[in-house]
């Protein structure tokens, strides 16, 4: 989750108002923001990777003072028409194809604000732009540089210059290959036979999206107009994107100028604020809240989230997105402003007439119970996963297959490709692993596996199953089986039988099958030599594997 450390004075410039720390650990969480910390002069907050706009003091201002009923409704930008065109050219329709554009003036920034501005950036790449993929962003230094812009693509060797933090002029296919942000990045371009540029009119390079900046359009404290450009290959993303990050820049006092975005087919003027409308049925919110809110009241609390509202039919609201809050997209997410706005803390619980109050399941508990038994024995937790290979899981237990092996379709890898049906070839891992520790080793493992059933749905079911295992010079039948039988007895199991057996895993002759009322629970017994050297252990074994569900 992205995290966000508001400090007092700046959040306080940022409303308008001073407020104190206090205040702002008692208020912050009915925005729907978690406290990660609270300092002296700051507070550390935790937000839902959707609301983006939340990735600035900016922007936590703005719905901090709605919810406070300082500043209500809407937000107003003005947006000046501006002169700066960029030009898009049809080579970048088959690598990058879309890209926006905004023109900021007269912005202050100093250390602090260009930091956010960086995280608000990098934000917006992994909230929006899949960590660049379908969105990039480039910040410039406008003053020098000379418009009309260009989008284009060159050839990997046909254009040279210094990226951002670099010293040395650089070939696009040096970047990819020597830069950091290139080797990190090359995968979304290094695919096509040209890649994308944004020039200016001097053929000077302001970016290589979705790689890097110019050095040459580096932002620093100094700077006071921006260039802003936004590329990638989803253009409702890119529209998005801009608007969140040029309302936050508006926020911090700077001016905001449209840019005409030249297309081959279109012009596009960029960006666009026209906010979005969206219909909100004043029962539909009142049902699922609990509440008995009037039209009226219902338009206060939505412009108290920020957003406008008026009524165009008996019951019915029509409401005003700020471009911004991209996270509004279904009627549903009306009604949580509605809640923020009226004040969760105004809202009393209820129990509801059929509440139950929970407890643990029968298995939970019988699986806690023997985790505690085995404990007191002695013996050590440990979680392995559920998924396993067929080498380890049949072939180093010298077991056959059989029909019961539960495969993936699509395993990420070899390793991890079947589903297991029992615990100790994964106990029997962990020996492995941990051959380099002192002896004895007594290992348990309470866990789910899983199981051929067709009648079942899925035509597998899942079984909760115990096993232990204890590895030093002297392990032997004796030994396992006590523990065995003292997990049973601890576990309530009134009588069980301990019979002779056959089992490809263990030694023959000492290995036994543990029945309960006549039904085969488990097994128990020596692990034979053979999976002792497929595991590359020089300790014997004893080991036993109950399922807890037939008991």
Same mark, same amino acid.
């Given at each position: 989750?992205?995290?966000?450390?508001?400090?007092?004075?700046?959040?306080?410039?940022?409303?308008?108002?001073?407020?104190?720390?206090?205040?702002?650990?008692?208020?912050?969480?009915?925005?729907?923001?978690?406290?990660?910390? =609270?300092?002296?002069?700051? =507070?550390?907050?935790?937000?839902?990777?959707?609301?983006?706009?939340?990735?600035?003091? &900016?922007?936590?201002?703005?719905?901090?003072?709605?919810?406070?009923?300082?500043?209500?409704?809407?937000?107003?930008?003005?947006?000046?028409?501006? *002169?700066?065109?960029?030009? =898009?050219?049809?080579?970048?329709?088959?690598?990058?194809?879309?890209?926006?554009?905004?023109?900021?003036?007269?912005?202050?920034?100093?250390?602090?604000?260009?930091?956010?501005?960086? !995280?608000?950036?990098?934000?917006?790449?992994?909230?929006?732009?899949?960590?660049?993929?379908?969105?990039?962003?480039?910040?410039?230094?406008?003053?020098?540089?000379?418009?009309?812009?260009?989008?284009? &693509?060159?050839? /990997?060797?046909? +254009?040279?210059?210094?990226?951002?933090?670099?010293? !040395?002029?650089?070939?696009?296919?040096?970047?990819?290959?020597?830069?950091?942000?290139?080797?990190?990045?090359?995968?979304?371009?290094?695919?096509?036979? *040209?890649? /994308?540029?944004?020039?200016?009119?001097?053929?000077?390079?302001?970016?290589?999206?979705?790689?890097?900046?110019? #050095?040459?359009?580096?932002?620093?404290?100094?700077?006071?107009?921006?260039?802003?450009?936004?590329?990638?290959?989803?253009?409702?993303?890119?529209?998005?994107?801009?608007?969140?990050?040029?309302?936050?820049?508006?926020?911090?006092?700077?001016?905001?100028?449209? +840019?005409?975005?030249?297309?081959?087919? @279109?012009?596009? +003027?960029?960006?666009?604020?026209?906010?979005?409308?969206?219909?909100?049925?004043?029962?539909?919110?009142?049902?699922?809240?609990?509440?008995?809110?009037?039209?009226?009241?219902?338009?206060?609390?939505? @412009?108290?989230? @920020?957003?406008?509202? *008026?009524?165009?039919?008996?019951? =019915?609201?029509?409401?005003?997105?700020?471009?911004?809050?991209?996270?509004?997209?279904? !009627?549903?997410?009306?009604? #949580?402003?509605?809640?923020?706005?009226?004040?969760?803390?105004?809202?009393?619980?209820?129990?509801?007439?059929?509440?139950?109050?929970?407890?643990?399941?029968?298995?939970?508990?019988?699986?806690?119970?023997?985790?505690?038994?085995?404990?007191?024995?002695?013996?050590?937790?440990?979680?392995?996963?559920?998924?396993?290979?067929?080498? &380890?899981?049949?072939?180093?237990?010298?077991?056959? +297959?059989?029909?019961?092996?539960?495969?993936?379709?699509? /395993?990420?890898?070899?390793?991890?490709?079947?589903?297991?049906?029992?615990?100790?070839?994964?106990?029997?891992?962990?020996?492995?692993?941990?051959?380099?520790?002192?002896?004895?080793?007594?290992?348990?493992?309470? %866990?789910?596996?899983?199981?051929?059933?067709?009648?079942?749905?899925?035509?597998?079911?899942?079984?909760?199953?115990?096993?232990?295992?204890? %590895?030093?010079?002297?392990?032997?039948?004796?030994?396992?089986?006590s523990i065995a039988e003292a997990l049973l007895a601890n576990l309530g199991v009134k009588r069980w039988d301990v019979k002779a057996t056959r089992h490809p895993s263990f030694l023959q002759g000492r290995v036994a099958a543990i029945y309960v009322k006549r039904r085969k629970v488990g097994v128990l017994g020596e692990i034979h030599p053979e999976v002792i050297n497929n595991f590359e252990l020089e300790n014997p074994v004893g080991a036993f594997e109950i399922d807890l569900k037939e008991i």
């Open positions: 989750m992205p995290v966000i450390t508001l400090f007092r004075d700046r959040f306080s410039s940022s409303i308008g108002r001073s407020i104190t720390v206090e205040e702002m650990a008692k208020w912050l969480p009915w925005m729907g923001l978690d406290i990660e910390e =609270v300092g002296p002069d700051y =507070v550390k907050v935790e937000f839902n990777p959707n609301r983006v706009d939340f990735s600035s003091h &900016a922007g936590i201002a703005r719905g901090y003072s709605g919810l406070r009923g300082w500043k209500t409704g809407l937000p107003e930008y003005e947006m000046k028409e501006g *002169k700066a065109a960029l030009n =898009v050219d049809p080579s970048v329709s088959e690598v990058r194809p879309y890209v926006l554009a905004a023109v900021i003036r007269n912005i202050s920034l100093d250390y602090d604000s260009v930091r956010e501005l960086m !995280e608000i950036q990098e934000d917006l790449h992994w909230g929006v732009g899949r960590d660049r993929r379908k969105v990039s962003i480039g910040v410039h230094n406008m003053d020098v540089v000379q418009q009309p812009f260009s989008y284009v &693509a060159r050839e /990997p060797n046909a +254009v040279r210059f210094v990226p951002l933090d670099k010293t !040395e002029e650089m070939s696009l296919q040096e970047i990819l290959e020597r830069h950091e942000k290139g080797v990190g990045y090359r995968h979304l371009v290094d695919w096509a036979p *040209k890649y /994308p540029l944004i020039i200016d009119s001097k053929e000077q390079v302001l970016s290589f999206p979705p790689i890097i900046n110019g #050095e040459l359009t580096r932002v620093d404290s100094w700077t006071k107009n921006l260039f802003i450009d936004v590329t990638g290959t989803d253009y409702k993303a890119i529209a998005r994107s801009l608007n969140v990050l040029v309302t936050a820049l508006a926020d911090m006092g700077a001016s905001l100028e449209s +840019v005409n975005v030249n297309y081959p087919d @279109r012009t596009v +003027v960029s960006p666009d604020l026209t906010p979005q409308r969206m219909r909100l049925r004043t029962d539909y919110a009142n049902r699922l809240l609990g509440l008995k809110l009037s039209e009226s009241k219902v338009i206060q609390s939505l @412009r108290k989230s @920020r957003l406008d509202a *008026k009524k165009i039919s008996k019951g =019915v609201l029509e409401v005003s997105i700020p471009a911004y809050r991209i996270d509004i997209m279904h !009627e549903i997410d009306l009604v #949580e402003e509605v809640a923020i706005g009226y004040g969760y803390f105004r809202m009393k619980p209820t129990r509801l007439a059929t509440m139950t109050t929970g407890k643990q399941h029968t298995t939970s508990k019988k699986a806690n119970r023997a985790r505690q038994v085995m404990i007191g024995l002695g013996f050590t937790e440990v979680k392995n996963f559920i998924l396993t290979n067929r080498v &380890a899981h049949y072939e180093n237990m010298r077991q056959k +297959v059989g029909g019961g092996m539960i495969k993936l379709a699509n /395993p990420v890898s070899t390793e991890y490709s079947i589903a297991r049906e029992n615990l100790l070839p994964s106990l029997m891992k962990n020996l492995m692993d941990n051959k380099h520790e002192s002896y004895p080793q007594r290992l348990f493992e309470v %866990s789910d596996v899983i199981r051929i059933n067709r009648k079942t749905e899925t035509r597998s079911e899942r079984r909760l199953h115990t096993a232990g295992v204890s %590895s030093h010079s002297t392990a032997n039948f004796t030994e396992i089986k």
